[in-house]
């Protein structure tokens, strides 16, 4: 059975930093690529951030500079450093495995986490 659970979320005030992370377990982690999605209320699901099995990386401009992503193999974990945060950040992140190569910009398939709520305050 696939299970991404994120974690790390919360509230936090303009500026400041927050580290999420996505524990995964019934898939082949080290082959898959990683990546984590926000929705703020009423808006489209949207791609943030995004990690190959080779460690590559890669952000829509809104967030380069500011997030991180990295992956551990060994604990089969991803994790997502937010730094610089703004009261637009503010939304339910989720972390998405796949194996099939396709964009995350693109493409949202995959699988999903449960999603941990950021809030950032002004």
């Known amino acids: 059975q696939v299970q991404l659970v994120e974690s790390g979320g919360g509230l936090v005030q303009s500026g400041g930093s927050l580290r999420l992370s996505c524990a995964a377990s019934?898939?082949?982690?080290?082959?898959?690529?990683m990546g984590w999605y926000r929705q703020a209320p009423g808006k489209q699901r949207e791609w943030v951030a995004a990690i190959t099995s080779g460690g590559s990386t890669n952000y829509p401009e809104f967030v380069k500079g500011r997030f991180i992503i990295s992956r551990d193999n060994a604990r089969n974990t991803v994790y997502l450093q937010m730094n610089s945060l703004k009261p637009e950040d503010t939304a339910v992140y989720y972390c998405?495995?796949?194996?099939?190569?396709?964009?995350?910009?693109?493409?949202?398939?995959?699988?999903w986490g449960q999603g941990t709520q950021v809030t950032v305050s002004s």
């Open positions: 019934g898939i082949s982690f080290k082959i898959s690529a």
């Open positions: 998405n495995s796949r194996t099939t190569g396709l964009s995350f910009e693109r493409y949202e398939n995959g699988y």
